[in-house]
């Protein structure tokens, strides 16, 4: 069984930095994806960044410039570097990790509001 556990999420302003951990653990295999969705209230759930073992990155255009993803394969974690946050930004934040269609999993969620 595999679990993820996000962590760093709160309030911060505008303009603020965060900076969002999702630790894997279980039987995981080790050419994965890992990732970061976002879903903010009364919206679909939306790609934020991925990257792969190998370290290629998928990034939302709307994120460009501000997030930063990145990810320690010995710990099996993955990170999301978020600076000059803007109340868009504002959601709930999920760790994803997947190796094939059959094999995705989920984190809780953590939240992250930008608001003065």
């Known amino acids: 069984q595999v679990q993820l556990v996000e962590s760093g999420g709160g309030l911060v302003q505008p303009g603020g930095s965060l900076r969002l951990s999702c630790a894997a653990s279980?039987?995981?295999?080790?050419?994965?994806?890992m990732g970061w969705y976002r879903q903010a209230p009364g919206k679909g759930r939306e790609l934020v960044a991925s990257i792969t073992w190998s370290g290629n990155i998928n990034t939302a255009d709307s994120v460009k410039g501000r997030f930063t993803i990145s990810r320690d394969n010995a710990k099996n974690t993955v990170y999301l570097q978020m600076n000059s946050l803007r109340p868009e930004d504002t959601a709930v934040y999920y760790c994803?990790?997947?190796?094939?269609?059959?094999?995705?999993?989920w984190g809780r969620g953590t939240q992250v509001t930008v608001s003065s």
């Open positions: 279980g039987s995981i295999f080790s050419i994965n994806t």
């Open positions: 994803n990790l997947q190796w094939s269609s059959l094999a995705t999993y």
